[in-house]
């Protein structure tokens, strides 16, 4: 399984981006996917969750209400809609996805893309 972020940029606070993860390789072993982030300076955080459906959205609280997460599997797409940007949500944010191959489990993550919000 692969992953290629793609979206991020400068966008003023109050204002709203689109990030995808494009999906490739065994996507059919994909059990979850989730967004993490990285601020300058501080730890790896999980931003929200989604089910192998496309169901079960979980958020951070400090997203809730702000961003949705969804899957399109057709499209071998996840992608994270992020609304009323804050200047703390600067970061590279980066996809994940949990998979499992012959009863193996395994991650991978994607390359990040950088989301600078400007106050």
């Known amino acids: 399984v692969q992953l290629v972020e793609s979206g991020g940029g400068l966008v003023q606070a109050g204002g709203s981006l689109r990030l995808s993860c494009v999906t490739s390789g065994d996507t059919w072993s994909i059990i979850s996917m989730a967004w993490y982030r990285q601020a300058p300076g501080k730890q790896r955080e999980l931003v929200a969750t989604?089910?192998?459906?496309?169901?079960?959205?979980n958020y951070a609280d400090f997203v809730k209400g702000r961003f949705t997460i969804s899957r399109d599997n057709a499209k071998n797409t996840m992608t994270l809609q992020m609304n009323s940007l804050k200047p703390e949500d600067t970061a590279v944010y980066s996809c994940?996805?949990?998979?499992?191959?012959?009863?193996?489990?395994?991650?991978?993550w994607g390359q990040g893309t950088h989301v600078t919000v400007s106050s």
């Open positions: 989604i089910g192998s459906g496309g169901d079960s959205a």
């Open positions: 994940n996805a949990e998979f499992s191959i012959a009863g193996r489990d395994f991650e991978v």
